[in-house]
């Protein structure tokens, strides 16, 4: 455990480095308050604190930047919690009460909110389809050969699947199969259709049958990534701002990351501990998102380690429980 002293200077290294993203010198540091102490003594603990691994000094004439595990520190121990000011606290709440339409919408909008807060990109994982009550059901031709499958969900998505059909499937045999499956599956779960009674119609049946195995492949997760040339930007080299981006095309990854790190229990994953190699210079801060006492999604921000902690970690915890409450209205 650090001494008094060696905490409040890295502290002070930290929010530097943060509000400035440039190494930071002992003389900057010793002119800071709550320090008190000569250049040369700061100096002196920024040593010791660069052998115990909280700081590092990337140039031999620079000053010093903090760690993986100095921020790490300062989010454990220093970082009190911040109450997000009136203004942005009202602008989040404006949001959701405004909050209407399609779920996918929504969970696009928020993930843009989120970046526009934080200056970070932001993930948004809304909850699954499957498990969600079917509301209607339709077949609508977009061809003479093709078709699509439009389920509305209790949760406010749509899905939407495109099936092949016959060239000699009727307008009038296209309307009875959406009909059948407007009444067979008004109220059930796509996890829950496995199939429908039959009808007399073979022509109907088969149609019925095809749009019911598409609708299973749907139900997947709704994730929303917004402002990742925003985190790009945060960083002066190529190759690392190519690795992030590209990352976060990656769905499955971004999806993954998140649930490990709320697995976990973390609210905080930096640098390395995500364990997502192209992301080693990016922490993420992440809370779930509950309706009904039920884990349904999540919600988070990713950017450079050198990230506003207290102010990333309030707003996710802000928006996430808007958006679980919101999501709970229905």
Request: hydrophobic share 45%.
């Amino acid at each position: 455990m650090l001494d008094d002293r060696k905490t409040a200077i890295l502290s002070a290294v930290v929010q530097e480095y943060i509000a400035t993203a440039q190494p930071v010198g002992s003389s900057h540091i010793a002119t800071a308050s709550g320090i008190g102490v000569s250049s040369a003594t700061v100096r002196n603990e920024m040593a010791v604190l660069e052998q115990e691994g909280f700081l590092i000094q990337p140039h031999t004439s620079a000053g010093r930047i903090p760690t993986d595990k100095g921020y790490r520190f300062f989010v454990d121990h220093l970082a009190s919690p911040r109450t997000l000011d009136a203004a942005v606290s009202r602008q989040i709440g404006d949001f959701f009460t405004a909050a209407h339409g399609r779920l996918e919408e929504m969970l696009y909008q928020t993930s843009d909110l989120l970046t526009r807060l934080t200056h970070n990109a932001a993930v948004v994982v809304g909850p699954k389809s499957e498990a969600a009550t079917i509301r209607s059901a339709q077949l609508v031709r977009l061809s003479s050969s093709a078709a699509t499958v439009v389920l509305v969900l209790g949760n406010g998505s749509v899905e939407n699947e495109i099936i092949d059909i016959d060239d000699s499937v009727t307008d009038e045999s296209l309307s009875a199969a959406s009909s059948h499956l407007a009444t067979s599956l008004s109220g059930e779960t796509l996890a829950g259709v496995v199939a429908i009674a039959t009808t007399d119609d073979p022509v109907v049946d088969t149609l019925c049958a095809t749009a019911i195995a598409a609708a299973r492949t749907s139900g997947g997760d709704h994730v929303y990534v917004g402002g990742a040339s925003t985190v790009a930007q945060a960083f002066d080299a190529v190759d690392v701002v190519r690795q992030v981006l590209h990352t976060l095309e990656q769905q499955f990854v971004v999806v993954s990351l998140v649930r490990d790190i709320v697995d976990r229990g973390m609210s905080v994953a930096i640098g390395v501990e995500h364990g997502v190699e192209p992301l080693s210079a990016c922490s993420v801060v992440v809370a779930p998102v509950v309706v009904d006492g039920e884990h349904v999604g999540s919600v988070g921000v990713l950017g450079p380690t050198r990230m506003n902690y207290p102010q990333a970690l309030a707003t996710v915890d802000v928006v996430s429980d808007r958006l679980g409450r919101r999501l709970g209205e229905g």
